[in-house]
Structure formats: structure tokens, C-alpha cells
């Protein structure tokens, strides 16, 4: 169909203010504006930036990630030795951070759970010991209890010749937590691939469980059997291999503890600031997302005849985890970052060795940043993702 | 059909009974609540031993065996042998957590500034005082020049006397506003027609009076800060809890303007601005705080000239500013997606541009629906500012850490803490309660404004 | 109201009222804080039977079939369904709900799960069905109540006198001898309530026995035995359709019958 332009017929030329307020004409005039500039910004900066180094008599580049750090580090999941480079230090850094974040994530859940269902407990004074506890944890900064952790708790622990014992097995002390180290021996292998055939047993027990409930209706007892076999039977091939492992003991020598594994103190403090900050969180997320399940949904499920365990499973926690699921996942992500803080009592995560002392001594301060920026954002990201494709999977269908 | 003659039967209801006595009143509610089985029964009992427990703990360390007066920790530890809280030394450094160094016969500043904050944003609780939205703009954009010159003294640039004498300007034009509408005028600007005689004149006329007036006052609040002599203070020697206050107060009044401005870039129709926007959120959203902290004290003097040398304290803000702001972005993005897609279209409709769209129609319905998560950004933005005590700013923790090192309250930690940790909360406490507030007053978007 | 539409349709239902009683309140009370919602309720339904209950709303009027199922607890009196004593008992309970089926007024349908996963839930979870059998016995339920080609779809892709339909054979997969209706109809528009209450008329001709909370007077007189009035927690009066709307006793029931049919 033949349409009749409007506005600027071609062949007469336009006036100024007319070209000016063409909607596609402003448009590119904005973004060519707000790109001039930034880039002016940019290119202001980068010449900032060489007379800079220049005036300190240094070079940008990455080609001082190979030469020896030569500092030490207090303690480190990856090996490492005070004459590795400065690339080995970054990845030392990342492992730290990692693997208290990890652990932090997986009990800060557990604990966060356990806080929700205590805040929704029809017991007054169970749910108001949950909102207290929410309360005072998510109103103090998380650096604060950090210190408090450090300062307060580990730091006036005793010395290590007078350590608090736990079935003299573990011990704590102001140096750090000690315990036992296991050692595999000839043949531990079997176990480990009995743990694997019993991970795979469980797992195969459960869908035929399922498989025969829907066939026959007939139920069987698969979470306690699976349970008994996930245990049993992996007990059983080490006591028939005829127990394969002994363990290290820590055990005091002189003045501290020899043996054994151990994490500092720095790192018990942290861990246990960061799972008990970020459970108020979680458990905010539990409950918001429980509640947010109608209660006409409970009433359904008992006028069915649904009891209220199988209502809680087959109703309600199906429904509550896609509103508890996406917060979850984001304080997850926070934990990772606020185990950065880690450098104020001293554990040597990414930041404190790699940013802080790496870059006291190198001097290469945008190299250095830009690289633990890029950590903590492939993490975001991935996480991000992560949790777009939850959200996409479980999204309701709805008209 | 039914129709009422007198030979009806007529329905007197039965009187109501008063339920069973163990369903209500103290008896039903313990049952109801905390003794509802055998299970219920011993949480009960668990809990309350357990609070019972602590708080008697609690009681113990804080009060019975604390000690109030000593002159140093030692003291302390001898007088309790440990049992007690050494309120003594968190008393003798009280000043440090609240003003870090900063000099004690100057430290009336820093009380008069708050003050005048104080007074300043107290009209926002006026029932009658109109034009709210002024008030605090008013005080956002001026309060800090003020503030600066009042914290920092010595000789200001000219610039910094002009904005000092708008702020001065600005607030006395708050008050003779909370009073002209209190008595009967309509804003300060009708008490100001009418009262010159103005009020039957032209309505062009009217700015002049304004301006006069403004001039006047202004010209009168110049001459009277040209005779301050404040002695200067270096903001090295700023600290406590003064100075989590201001880096955090300068952060929370920029998240919310640079917060929409990121916002609506995000959700722009032109590319580049989108983008520009997006990548600035996503990258200082995904990284730890204390990293743009670092970024600001190790990257940003090398990007900036030789000749500058910019104060610490300076690049700090600048690096707070910038998280909150991406923050505030997405909170912002959210309560803009939150908005019915109805009201632009209505909006648009109606012929207004997009500028008058946001902000007449989108931006107050979006903020009232964002109330919740700004006040709990605000708080979360308070807490995070104590991480400038890792790169050496004397904030109130690296001053509660400080008298721990102090030879003679050496080893005092728990006491300071748990001082510092009061203070939060009860700041971040109120808040967020006062947002839930405001939350139920405002109403779910009809409410009044 | 639908009062006429209805009428024209036919003749009131064969009544298949046996003598045996199913359920039985006597002396019920129930009170919300100090609130007094049943005040002495006295009732006995008869197998077969169906009851439509009317009443301004606060009148009591849902709670006391709320409590037939205990959703709501009673503090005093005596229930009986089935002849199971409803008390504290859970097994009493469990035996009580697999038994009354219960549609609500806002569906409630699980929205995580497909209309035939709603309907075959309680039977394999509760019943123990085998899930090839629950989902045959639903599809019937489904065809019984003339949606079975949304069996895949979620509620949340239906209508709503859809999803009323698909909670009503939902409840019905449990082949309950009793079935509770609490106001069925009132979240519905006007062209939905029809094909809710012609799936209730159905179920009413097999011999279901039915308490209905309901405002549609045009089903109590073409489906009810007995129509009941509440009012501030107490039966004002109850009797057979005919003489209920033609030659009610109390002047309350007049001004309510009034006020509902003036329209």
C-alpha cells in the first residue's frame, strides 16, 4: 500500500531545526556526544597515565607475572614456594579465596535454612530467636564481626600447649585448628571405588523405587535403604580390604603442633563470619520464598488428604525454591566477594597477596587490578549464568 | 417474592459466649504459641534457657563485673581477672571513635554541621510544609559545600565562599518557608508576593521579588562567612565516626541522581549509551568493594596529572560513589520494570516528551515501590563504608582497632567492638525500621505523595 | 443472578436421599480470638444429600464446612463424618480427608504442576495408585468434566472456570463420598459460572452427597434438598428449596432474599 511521508519530503532541503529534531537524527547526535566524550576521558587518562610511569620509570605489560615473587605465603591450598612467580602467586591467591569461599557457601546454606524454618515455626519464641539472630547479624558490618571473630574469639584462644581437645583429634588453639590428616594406604582405592558403586547404587535404587511406585503404587522405603547402602557399603569393602588408611595425628611438639592437617586462625575467623553473616541473608530468602506460597496451596493439598510432610514436599518446596533459588545464588556470589575482606585479619586470599603485597612490590598497579577485577567478574558471570538458566527452566507457564 | 409482613418470625441472634478461657487471653496465647505439643513444649524450654542463659552471661560481663574507672587495661584485667567488660579504656577513647583526631576545641564543627543538617531536613516530619521535595534537594546539593568549608576551615577559594553563602541562603529560606506555612501562606514564595504588596501585581513580576531577595540574603551570608576564621583542619586527621558518616553520607545523596541516570541509560533505546551504561554497572557490581577501594588509592593517581596529587580521603569517595551508584542502578532498573507498561503508554498518550514521561508520571510511582531496597542499600552502603579502614582511613573500626594497640589499653578488642557494633545497629536498626514505616504509610502506589 | 437461565432449564433433580446419616455436627462452636463465628451448630447431612448454604458474608458460613474437613479446628462440640469422630487424632483426620473432597472458591490448583499431574497427585501419593491407573482414572475425571485436551497444559494457561473444573475432578480423583464447595463460583466472570455449575449439576444427578456455600440461588432450586441460611454464626432457618424462597419463616431470611434477588 502506498503511504504518504510525512515531514521531509525528499527533494526540498530541511532546516536546521527541523534536521535537529528528527528522532533518529537526536539519537545518533546523543550517542556520538556521549562517545566523544568518553573516549576524550579515556585517551585524557591514558596520556595521564604514560607520563605517569614514565615520570616513575616504569613500563605497563604483563612480563613481570614471571619473575620470582620471592615472598612467602602464611598458608596456601595450592603449593607454593617463596621463589615462584608472580603468576603462581595470583593462582595461589585464587585458591584461597576459593576454597574458603566454597566452604563458607556450603554451610552458610545449610545454617540459612535451618534460621528460615526457625523464623517460620509457629513456636513464638523460636521464630523471634531467628529474627533477632537475622536482625543483629544483618545490622552490623560484616567487617566488624570479622574482627570481632579474629580479635575476640581465635586470638584469645590458649597457647598451643594448653589447647582445647576434641577427643584429643582436634584441637584449637591461637595458632590455628589441628586435625587429623587421613593417609590412604596400600589398597584404599577398593573403598573409593565402593563409594562410587554406592553413589551409583543409591542413585539406581531410587528411580527404580520411583518406577515402581508409578507402576504398581507399591512404595518402597529407598531414602533409608539408599541411605544404608551409601554408608554400608562402602564400610564394608574397607573393613574387608582390611581398613586400608591411618591418620596422621597432630600432636604437640615443643612449642606447637607437628603433624595432621591445620587451617590459621585467620581463616576459622573468617569462615565463620562469613557463614553466619550471610545465613541472616539466607535465611531471609528462605522464608520470604516459603511465605510467598499461598497458603491456599497447604489447604489444597491437606483437602486431598496430603500429610503435612508429603504436602511440604510435593507442593510446597517445589514452589518455594524458584523465589528462594535466584537470592540464594546472588549471596552466594556475595560471599565469594566478601571473602576479600579476608586481608584485614590477614588470610592470604587473592586480594591480600596479589593485590595488596604483589602490587606493593612490583608497582604494577593496572595490571594488577585489572587482573583480580577479572577473577571476581568471570566468577559474576558464570554465576549470573548460572542462574539465568535456573530461572529460564523453572519460569510457570502461564498465558 | 419474599416481602416483610408482621407475622414473621423474628430473628433475634443468640448472644455471643466468651470462648473457652484456655483459648485466649495469656492462657490461650502461651498455648497457642509456645506449648502447642511435647515438641513445641521443650523448643520452648530449650530457647528460653538458652536466651536465659546468654542474657545473664551478658548481664555478668556488661554490668556486674565491668569496670568503670581505670587508666589502663591492666587495671581493668586485675579488677575482674577477666570476667568483666573494661568499660573504662572504650570510655577514655569515646572521642577518638567519635571524631578520630580530629582537634577537640574544634570538634563544636562537626556538631554544628550535623546540627544544622539535623534542622535543616526536619521540616520532611512537618505535617503542614510543602514543596518537601525542595527541602531536601536544597540540602543534597549546597549542605556539603557547607559542610566542607565548616569541617576543613582555613581560607576557601571564591567559589567555595559563593556556594557556602547559597547554602546559608537556602537553609534560611527552609525555615521562613516551615514558618510562612505555618502562618497561612502557601509556600514561602506567596508569603514573599504578598506581604511586598506584589500579590495583585503581574505574575512577570514576581521572580524579580524572588530574586531580590535572594540576592539580598545571599550578599548578606557572603559578607557574614568572609568573617569566619576556622582553623584548619587536614582530613588526615578525620576520623571515627564523623568521618564513616560523611563518606557514606556523600555516597547515599549520590547513589540515588547517578543511580537513575545509569538506570535509564540502561534501559535506553540508543545503543551506545546502553552499553557504556550496562558495562559500567556489571563491572562495579561484580567486583568486591575493597578492589575499586584499591583500584581508587593505587590506579586513579596514575591516571590522573603529576601535578594534582589528590587527597586520599577525595579518591575514596569517588570510589564509594561509584559502587553505590551501580548498585542504586539496578535497584532503580527494577522498580522501573516494576512500573505497568500502561502508564508509559498513557503518558505517552497524553503528549508529554520522555523527560517529562519519567519524571512526572514513571519516577515517583518507581520510587515509591524502591523505598525498601534504597533504605536497605543505604544501610548495606553504611556497613561496607567500614572497609576504608583497610586502606588506612581512621574510620570508627580502624579506631576501635587502634585503642586495642594503644600500650596502655594493649589487648582491649571486645569492648570497643561490641561498642561499635551498638552503634551500627542502632543506626541500620532504625532505618530499615522506619522504611518498613514508610513502606505501610506510603501505599502500594496510591497513596499520597 | 443466573436465577432464571437456570430455571429454564428443567425441573428440579430426582432427590436420592438415603436415611443413613454422613455427617453429623452437634452443639459445634468456634470462635477466632473473641470473635464467636459458630455459635451451637447442629446439623446432619444424609447420604446423598445436597445442601446449598446461603448468608451475608461474616455469617459463618464457610468456617462451619471449613470445619467439616478441619481446615478449621472446632472447640467444642462433636463432629462426625463417616462416623469418625473428628479429634486430635491424626489417623481420625487422615481417614476424614481422603473421604471429603473440597473445591474453594480461589481453585487453588498447584501451579507447578500439569492439570493431570494435579489430578493424579493424592491418588499416587495417598492412595498408593499405580501411576498408569491414577492417570486413566483422571483422564475419565477430566473427559467427566469436559476439558481433557488441556491434560498438558498448566493452570496458569487456563481460564478460570477451567481450573474451578480441573479442581473439581482434581478432589473427585480421590473418589471422595462427600464434596465440600466453598463458593465455587464467586472468583468467576458471569460466562464461567455457568460451565462450573452445570460439572456441580452433573455430580449432583450421580449422588454425590454436596454442602455448596453458594450465592447462585437458581442451582439451590434446581439441585438443593435442603437450603440452609446462616447468619451471625447460627442456622436461622433451613428447608426444603420450594417452601425456602416461596415462604420463608424468619424476617431475616426475607430482607437477605430480598436483597439478593433484587436484581
Not at chain 2, 581560607?155 to 516551615?178: E, K, P, S, Y
Not at chain 2, 549509551?273 to 590506579?299: D, H, K, W
Not at chain 3, 437450603?227 to 416461596?246: A, K, L, R, Y
Request: with cysteine.
Amino acid at each position: 500500500m502506498a503511504v504518504l511521508e510525512k515531514g521531509s519530503p525528499r527533494g526540498r532541503s530541511r532546516s536546521l531545526s527541523e534536521w535537529l529534531n528528527d528522532e533518529r537524527v537526536r539519537s545518533v547526535l546523543y550517542q556520538a556526544i556521549v562517545a566523544i566524550v568518553v573516549i576524550a576521558v579515556a585517551r585524557y587518562l591514558f596520556t595521564n597515565t604514560s607520563e605517569n610511569l614514565q615520570a616513575r620509570g616504569m613500563s605497563a605489560g604483563f612480563d613481570f607475572l614471571t619473575s620470582s615473587a620471592g615472598f612467602s605465603i602464611a598458608w596456601s591450598v595450592l603449593p607454593y614456594t617463596a621463589g615462584d612467580s608472580y603468576f603462581h602467586v595470583y593462582l595461589v591467591g585464587i585458591g584461597n579465596t576459593l576454597m574458603v569461599a566454597l566452604v563458607a557457601i556450603l554451610c552458610t546454606t545449610l545454617l540459612g535454612f535451618f534460621v528460615g524454618i526457625m523464623r517460620l515455626s509457629k513456636n513464638w519464641l523460636i521464630s523471634q530467636i531467628a529474627a533477632w539472630y537475622v536482625e543483629i547479624l544483618r545490622n552490623t558490618p560484616l567487617l566488624l564481626q570479622i574482627l570481632f571473630w579474629f580479635l575476640a574469639v581465635f586470638s584469645l584462644l590458649p597457647r598451643p600447649n594448653k589447647s582445647l581437645s576434641f577427643l584429643d583429634l582436634f584441637f584449637l588453639n591461637n595458632r590455628g585448628l589441628y586435625m587429623p590428616a587421613p593417609v590412604p594406604g596400600e589398597g584404599f582405592n577398593v573403598t573409593l571405588i565402593a563409594v562410587l558403586v554406592a553413589i551409583a547404587a543409591t542413585y539406581a535404587l531410587a528411580v527404580w523405587a520411583r518406577k515402581r511406585h508409578f507402576a504398581t503404587g507399591q512404595r518402597f522405603p529407598a531414602f533409608w535403604t539408599g541411605l544404608g547402602v551409601l554408608f554400608g557399603l562402602p564400610l564394608l569393602v574397607f573393613l574387608v580390604t582390611g581398613s586400608p588408611l591411618s591418620f596422621d595425628y597432630a600432636a604437640l611438639k615443643g612449642f606447637n603442633f607437628q603433624g595432621g592437617a591445620s587451617v590459621p586462625p585467620a581463616f576459622c575467623a573468617l569462615l565463620l563470619a562469613l557463614v553466619i553473616y550471610h545465613s541472616a541473608y539466607m535465611a531471609e530468602a528462605v522464608r520470604a520464598g516459603i511465605m510467598s506460597v499461598s497458603h491456599g496451596q497447604t489447604e489444597a493439598a491437606y483437602s486431598l488428604g496430603l500429610r503435612p510432610g508429603m504436602t511440604l514436599r510435593l507442593v510446597i518446596i517445589p514452589q518455594a525454591m524458584r523465589a528462594v533459588v535466584p537470592p540464594m545464588i546472588s549471596n552466594w556470589m556475595n560471599v565469594v566477594k566478601n571473602s576479600s575482606l579476608a586481608i584485614a585479619i590477614g588470610y592470604p586470599d587473592l586480594v591480600a597477596v596479589y593485590m595488596q603485597t604483589s602490587l606493593n612490590q612490583s608497582g604494577h598497579a593496572i595490571e594488577i587490578v585489572a587482573m583480580v577485577m577479572l577473577f571476581y567478574m568471570s566468577v559474576s558471570l558464570s554465576i549470573s549464568f548460572a542462574l539465568n538458566y535456573y530461572n529460564k527452566i523453572v519460569q510457570l507457564k502461564e498465558r | 417474592m419474599a416481602e416483610l409482613t408482621h407475622t414473621d418470625a423474628v430473628f433475634r441472634p443468640k448472644p455471643s459466649q466468651p470462648p473457652p478461657p484456655n483459648t485466649v487471653g495469656a492462657i490461650g496465647w502461651l498455648r497457642k504459641n509456645l506449648f502447642g505439643g511435647p515438641f513445641d513444649s521443650l523448643m520452648t524450654i530449650v530457647g528460653a534457657s538458652l536466651i536465659a542463659y546468654f542474657a545473664y552471661a551478658l548481664f555478668q560481663y556488661g554490668v556486674v563485673n565491668a569496670v568503670w574507672e581505670a587508666d589502663s587495661y591492666r587495671e581493668c584485667l586485675d579488677a575482674t581477672k577477666g570476667a568483666g567488660a573494661c568499660w573504662a579504656g572504650v570510655d577514655k577513647w569515646m572521642n577518638n571513635y567519635l571524631y578520630g583526631r580530629y582537634p577537640d576545641a574544634e570538634q563544636w564543627r562537626v556538631n554544628l554541621g550535623g546540627l544544622i543538617l539535623a534542622v535543616w531536613l526536619a521540616p520532611f516530619w512537618f505535617p503542614k510544609v510543602t514543596h518537601k521535595i525542595m527541602v531536601g534537594v536544597s540540602a543534597v546539593l549546597t549542605f556539603p559545600f557547607l559542610a566542607a568549608q565548616m569541617f576543613l576551615g582555613g581560607d576557601a577559594i571564591w567559589f567555595m565562599q559563593g556556594m557556602v553563602a547559597v547554602a546559608l541562603t537556602l537553609f534560611a529560606a527552609v525555615w521562613l518557608h516551615v514558618i510562612a506555612c505555618y502562618t497561612g501562606y502557601k509556600s514561602l514564595g506567596d508569603a514573599l508576593v504578598r506581604l511586598t504588596g506584589f500579590a495583585d501585581k503581574d505574575d512577570r513580576l514576581h521572580k524579580y521579588v524572588f530574586l531580590v531577595a535572594f540576592g539580598a540574603v545571599w550578599f548578606a551570608a557572603l559578607i557574614f562567612q568572609a568573617n569566619w576564621d576556622l582553623k584548619p583542619v587536614q582530613t588526615t586527621n578525620w576520623g571515627g565516626l564523623f568521618l564513616t558518616l560523611v563518606i557514606s553520607g556523600i555516597g547515599i545523596s549520590t547513589a540515588l541522581p547517578s543511580g537513575v541516570i545509569l538506570a535509564l541509560g540502561r534501559r535506553s533505546k540508543m545503543p551506545v549509551i546502553r552499553v557504556f551504561c550496562t558495562a559500567f554497572i556489571e563491572l562495579f557490581r561484580s567486583v568486591p568493594l575493597i578492589t575499586i577501594l584499591f583500584m581508587a588509592v593505587t590506579m586513579m593517581p596514575l591516571f590522573l596529572p603529576v601535578t594534582l596529587n589528590p587527597d586520599k580521603l577525595v579518591l575514596v569517595i569517588v570510589a564509594v560513589c561509584i559502587f553505590a551508584a551501580a548498585y542504586m542502578a539496578e535497584i532503580v532498573r527494577g522498580g522501573l520494570q516494576a512500573i505497568n507498561n500502561g502508564q508509559y503508554e498513557a503518558a505517552q498518550a497524553m503528549g508529554l516528551n520522555y523527560w517529562k514521561m519519567m519524571t512526572l508520571i514513571v519516577m515517583p510511582q518507581a520510587l515509591k515501590l524502591m523505598i525498601p531496597n534504597i533504605v536497605g542499600n543505604f544501610i548495606g552502603l553504611l556497613k561496607d563504608t567500614t572497609l576504608v579502614s583497610i586502606i588506612g582511613l581512621y574510620d570508627i573500626l580502624l579506631m576501635v582497632r587502634a585503642s586495642g594497640q594503644d600500650p596502655k589499653w594493649l589487648g582491649m578488642h571486645t569492648e570497643p567492638m561490641l561498642f561499635a557494633a551498638a552503634v551500627f545497629f542502632v543506626i541500620c536498626f532504625v532505618m530499615s525500621k522506619y522504611s518498613q514505616h514508610l513502606e505501610r504509610t506510603i501505599g502500594g502506589g496510591y497513596g499520597r505523595r | 443472578m443466573s436465577l432464571e437461565t437456570v430455571d429454564s432449564e428443567g425441573q428440579h433433580i430426582a432427590s436420592a436421599v438415603s436415611d443413613e446419616v454422613v455427617i453429623n455436627l452437634s452443639q459445634v462452636n468456634k470462635w477466632y480470638g473473641d470473635f464467636h463465628v459458630l455459635k451451637d451448630i447442629d446439623l446432619t447431612v444424609y447420604k446423598g444429600e445436597r445442601i446449598v448454604i446461603c448468608g451475608p458474608s461474616g455469617s459463618g458460613k464457610s468456617t462451619l464446612i471449613r470445619c467439616i474437613n478441619r481446615l478449621e479446628e472446632h472447640q467444642r462440640g462433636d463432629i462426625q463424618v463417616n462416623g469418625v469422630t473428628m479429634d486430635t487424632n491424626l489417623k481420625n483426620i487422615d481417614a476424614i480427608r481422603r473421604d471429603v473432597g473440597m473445591v474453594f472458591q480461589q481453585f487453588n490448583l498447584f501451579p507447578h504442576l500439569t492439570v493431570l499431574e494435579n489430578c493424579t497427585l493424592a491418588p499416587i501419593w495417598v492412595k498408593n495408585m499405580a501411576k498408569s491407573e491414577a492417570e486413566s482414572v483422571a483422564m475419565t475425571l477430566l473427559e467427566r468434566v469436559q476439558i481433557p485436551e488441556q491434560a498438558a497444559k498448566y493452570p496458569g494457561q487456563l481460564s478460570g472456570g477451567q481450573q474451578q473444573r480441573v479442581a473439581i475432578a482434581r478432589s473427585l480423583a480421590m473418589n471422595p463420598n462427600i464434596m465440600l464447595f466453598d463458593e465455587p463460583t464467586s472468583a468467576l466472570d458471569p460466562e464461567m459460572i455457568s460451565e462450573v455449575l452445570d460439572v456441580m449439576v452433573g455430580l449432583a444427578e450421580s449422588g454425590m452427597t454436596m454442602l455448596v456455600v453458594t450465592h447462585e440461588m437458581g442451582f439451590a432450586k434446581r439441585v438443593a434438598d435442603r437450603v440452609i441460611f446462616m447468619d451471625q454464626g447460627e442456622i436461622v432457618e433451613q428447608n426444603t428449596p420450594g417452601e425456602f424462597f416461596n415462604n420463608p419463616k424468619s424476617d431475616r431470611t426475607k430482607l437477605f432474599l430480598s436483597q439478593i434477588l433484587a436484581h
